[in-house]
Protein backbone atom coordinates (compact mmCIF):
# COMPACT_ATOMS: atom_id res chain seq x y z
CA UNK A 1 0.00 0.00 0.00
CA UNK A 2 1.17 3.50 -0.84
CA UNK A 3 0.27 7.00 0.86
CA UNK A 4 0.37 10.27 -1.11
CA UNK A 5 1.10 13.76 0.60
CA UNK A 6 -0.05 16.27 -2.01
CA UNK A 7 0.22 19.06 -0.11
CA UNK A 8 3.15 20.23 -2.08
CA UNK A 9 2.07 19.00 -5.78
CA UNK A 10 1.79 22.94 -6.58
CA UNK A 11 4.89 23.33 -6.29
CA UNK A 12 5.88 20.26 -8.12
CA UNK A 13 6.39 17.88 -5.41
CA UNK A 14 4.97 14.42 -4.64
CA UNK A 15 5.48 12.52 -1.56
CA UNK A 16 5.35 9.10 -1.31
CA UNK A 17 5.29 6.38 1.82
CA UNK A 18 5.52 2.66 0.89
CA UNK A 19 3.60 0.59 3.54
CA UNK A 20 4.46 -3.06 3.56
CA UNK A 21 3.82 -4.48 0.33
CA UNK A 22 3.21 -2.42 -3.08
CA UNK A 23 -0.30 -3.56 -4.39
CA UNK A 24 -1.22 -3.70 -7.92
CA UNK A 25 -3.80 -0.77 -7.63
CA UNK A 26 -1.43 1.42 -5.69
CA UNK A 27 0.02 3.07 -9.35
CA UNK A 28 -2.70 2.76 -11.62
CA UNK A 29 -5.60 4.22 -9.23
CA UNK A 30 -3.37 6.41 -6.73
CA UNK A 31 -0.45 7.33 -7.80
CA UNK A 32 -0.72 7.78 -11.62
CA UNK A 33 -3.72 9.99 -11.28
CA UNK A 34 -1.42 12.01 -8.86
CA UNK A 35 1.45 12.18 -11.43
CA UNK A 36 -0.72 12.89 -14.47
CA UNK A 37 -2.24 16.17 -12.88
CA UNK A 38 1.10 17.47 -11.75
CA UNK A 39 2.99 16.95 -15.09
CA UNK A 40 -0.22 18.05 -17.17
CA UNK A 41 -0.62 21.31 -15.00
CA UNK A 42 3.29 21.96 -14.48
CA UNK A 43 5.03 19.86 -17.30
CA UNK A 44 7.11 17.91 -14.70
CA UNK A 45 7.41 16.72 -11.30
CA UNK A 46 9.95 19.10 -9.59
CA UNK A 47 10.56 16.45 -7.33
CA UNK A 48 9.32 12.88 -6.17
CA UNK A 49 10.32 11.77 -2.95
CA UNK A 50 9.75 7.99 -1.52
CA UNK A 51 9.93 6.99 1.69
CA UNK A 52 10.41 3.35 1.69
CA UNK A 53 11.45 2.59 5.26
CA UNK A 54 8.38 0.29 5.81
CA UNK A 55 8.58 -0.81 2.17
CA UNK A 56 7.95 -4.64 2.37
CA UNK A 57 7.98 -5.64 -1.66
CA UNK A 58 5.51 -6.06 -3.69
CA UNK A 59 2.02 -7.65 -3.47
CA UNK A 60 2.77 -10.02 -6.40
CA UNK A 61 4.30 -10.11 -10.14
CA UNK A 62 1.23 -8.27 -11.13
CA UNK A 63 2.33 -5.31 -8.55
CA UNK A 64 5.81 -5.66 -9.52
CA UNK A 65 4.66 -5.14 -13.38
CA UNK A 66 2.47 -2.15 -12.57
CA UNK A 67 5.13 -0.46 -10.59
CA UNK A 68 7.30 -0.96 -14.31
CA UNK A 69 4.33 0.51 -16.22
CA UNK A 70 4.06 3.34 -13.95
CA UNK A 71 8.28 3.97 -14.18
CA UNK A 72 7.95 3.22 -18.04
CA UNK A 73 4.80 6.09 -18.68
CA UNK A 74 6.42 8.93 -16.35
CA UNK A 75 9.87 8.68 -15.37
CA UNK A 76 10.85 11.03 -18.31
CA UNK A 77 8.78 13.68 -16.29
CA UNK A 78 10.78 13.65 -13.39
CA UNK A 79 13.54 15.97 -12.46
CA UNK A 80 14.95 14.83 -8.80
CA UNK A 81 14.00 11.39 -7.43
CA UNK A 82 14.82 10.92 -3.14
CA UNK A 83 14.59 7.81 -1.99
CA UNK A 84 14.69 7.75 2.03
CA UNK A 85 15.45 4.66 3.81
CA UNK A 86 16.30 2.87 6.77
CA UNK A 87 18.15 0.04 6.19
CA UNK A 88 21.42 -0.55 4.51
CA UNK A 89 20.74 -2.60 1.20
CA UNK A 90 18.46 0.45 0.35
CA UNK A 91 21.22 2.53 -0.17
CA UNK A 92 21.17 0.71 -3.57
CA UNK A 93 17.85 1.66 -5.05
CA UNK A 94 19.04 4.96 -6.79
CA UNK A 95 21.46 2.82 -8.16
CA UNK A 96 19.66 0.24 -10.02
CA UNK A 97 16.96 3.28 -10.37
CA UNK A 98 19.58 4.92 -12.34
CA UNK A 99 19.23 2.28 -15.21
CA UNK A 100 15.63 2.56 -15.45
CA UNK A 101 15.45 6.93 -15.32
CA UNK A 102 16.35 9.59 -16.14
CA UNK A 103 15.50 11.48 -12.87
CA UNK A 104 18.44 12.96 -10.62
CA UNK A 105 18.55 10.48 -8.10
CA UNK A 106 19.76 10.50 -4.11
CA UNK A 107 19.07 8.13 -1.07
CA UNK A 108 19.00 9.67 2.17
CA UNK A 109 18.75 7.42 6.03
CA UNK A 110 15.32 8.26 7.67
CA UNK A 111 17.32 10.75 9.85
CA UNK A 112 17.60 13.08 7.18
CA UNK A 113 14.27 13.12 5.50
CA UNK A 114 14.44 17.09 6.27
CA UNK A 115 16.86 17.05 3.66
CA UNK A 116 15.91 14.49 1.20
CA UNK A 117 12.59 17.55 0.90
CA UNK A 118 14.69 20.22 0.73
CA UNK A 119 16.76 18.50 -2.39
CA UNK A 120 13.60 17.89 -3.96
CA UNK A 121 12.30 21.24 -4.28
CA UNK A 122 15.33 22.46 -5.03
CA UNK A 123 16.02 24.08 -8.75
CA UNK A 124 17.33 21.08 -11.26
CA UNK A 125 20.19 21.31 -12.15
CA UNK A 126 20.43 22.41 -16.26
CA UNK A 127 24.16 20.75 -16.52
CA UNK A 128 23.02 17.44 -15.62
CA UNK A 129 20.21 16.45 -16.78
Not at 26 to 37: G, I, R, S, T, Y
Not at 64 to 84: C, D, I, S, T
Not at 95 to 118: G, H
Amino acid sequence: MIEIDTSQVDNGIVRVKILGKIERDDFEKHLAPVADHVIEEQGKITGLLIDVTEFGGWDGLSSLLEHLKFVKHHHKHVQRLAVVGNHTWQEFLPKIARLFVNAELKYFDQEKQSDAETWVGQPHDACCG
